[in-house]
């Protein structure tokens, strides 16, 4: 395969993905998160309104959140455990 059509392989952009979700758990601490921009080429998959997220890691993993609280862009933010009680 060449690097032309490695770079529209679904897998390969999966893979870079993993590796760049990977990078940033490293840089973040257990319930940390940081506030990020969704730019107009980009759109959130789970609600198209969504203009901020919070990218955070937690439970050892990284996850994505809408963010509706009036952060700054790239402002770090603390993910509470929740407590149902």
Request: proline share 5%; aromatic share 10%.
């Amino acid at each position: 395969m060449t690097k032309k059509n490695k770079q529209n392989d679904l897998k390969y952009w999966h893979n870079i993905s993993l590796i760049f979700a990977r990078s940033i758990a490293m840089m973040l601490n257990e319930n940390e998160g940081i506030v990020v921009r969704i730019i107009e080429s980009i759109e959130f998959p789970l609600d198209d309104d969504t203009d901020m997220v919070i990218v955070y890691y937690k439970n050892k993993q990284i996850s994505i959140m809408p963010c509706f609280d009036d952060f700054d862009e790239g402002e770090i933010v603390i993910i509470p455990d929740y407590n149902p009680n």
